[in-house]
Structure formats: C-alpha cells, structure tokens
C-alpha cells in the first residue's frame, strides 16, 4: 500500500510541474516562424505573378511589386526624372520595360545574385535578370545596351523590384 501511495505522490507531483509551466519562448518563436512561413512568397510563384503583370500591362499589379525608391541610378538619366515617385514611376513604366526587356522577362527566369550588384546587407535574397535591349536615341541614333532588373526578399517575406539601372 505505501509504495502505491508513494507512486500516487509521485505522479501528482509530476502532473502538477508540467501543468504549471509557463509556455516556453520557442513555441512563441515556431508560432512567429510558422507566421512568416506563410507570408513569404517562393520565388517561382512571385515571377509568375509578376509576368502574368507584365502580360497584361498591368500597371496596378507592376507597381505594388515595386519599391520605392529603386537603386541602380535610372533616376539620374535624363528621360527618368521622377521615376522613384509613384507617379513617376507610372509614367516611365514602360520606358523602365520597353518591349526587348518584356520579351526577355517573359522568357527567362533571373538568377540568384551572387554578385551583390542588388542586395545589401539588409536583404536575405536577391535575383537579377539581364535583358538586351536597343534605344533609340535623341539624337536619332539607336544604341544596344542591357537593362538590368533586380528583384530583393524583404525583410516582411515579400519579394520586390528594388533595382533597374542601364549598362552598355
């Protein structure tokens, strides 16, 4: 009988430890993780939403997959005045995507950026694609050169646009 009693004590205490424990930090921390799981988008399904955009002409659905303001120093060339505004942006859209670009886009998939040209240190991620393209020219002349896209995960999981700039 005692060693029933001793069991009993036991198991009571035991059932009185667990229950009475506060919740641990990292069941707080796999809630907050599962949480950011889920508003991180995969790459593969932003690129697909961004080309459906690019498709459709969507300015709308374009511009929300931006931020403001973009690196890479198109703003400083005459003809983009303005672009790291909202307005701005819309109306160089489709200087900042002329045709070539768009055919590129639709086409292939960027890469991861190794390089660093897109991501700081603040970023996780970052992809950059680059697409030949020729411009004409004021002067009446047309000119080959490479507009080059980045795209960054933010710190919110989301993926953006955050990097255009024109080489060659």
């Known amino acids: 009988m005692r060693g029933q009693f001793r069991c009993a004590i036991l198991f009571l205490m035991f059932l009185g430890v667990s229950c009475s424990q506060p919740a641990s930090d990292s069941s707080v921390e796999s809630a907050q993780g599962r949480r950011n799981t889920i508003s991180e988008i995969s790459f593969p399904e932003f ?52 045709e070539d670009s768009i ?40 000119t080959d050169s490479a507009m080059i896209y980045g795209f960054t995960r933010m710190e919110d999981g989301q993926i953006k646009l955050t990097f255009i700039t024109i080489a060659g």
């Not at 198109?74 to 672009?83: D, M, S, T, V, W």
């Not at 996780?124 to 030949?132: F, L, M, N, P, S």
């Open 47 to 98: 690129w697909l939403n961004f080309q459906t955009a690019l498709k459709k002409k969507d300015e709308s659905a374009i511009f929300r997959m931006t931020k403001l303001p973009l690196e890479g120093g198109l703003e400083g060339i005459h003809g983009f005045e303005g672009l790291n505004t909202k307005e701005g942006f819309k109306q160089h859209m489709w200087e900042v995507f002329p």
């Open 103 to 142: 055919k590129t886009l639709l086409s292939q998939i960027p890469k991861a950026d190794e390089h660093g040209m897109v991501a700081n240190s603040n970023q996780t991620e970052a992809w950059r694609i680059i697409c030949r393209t020729t411009t004409h020219l004021e002067n009446g002349d047309w």
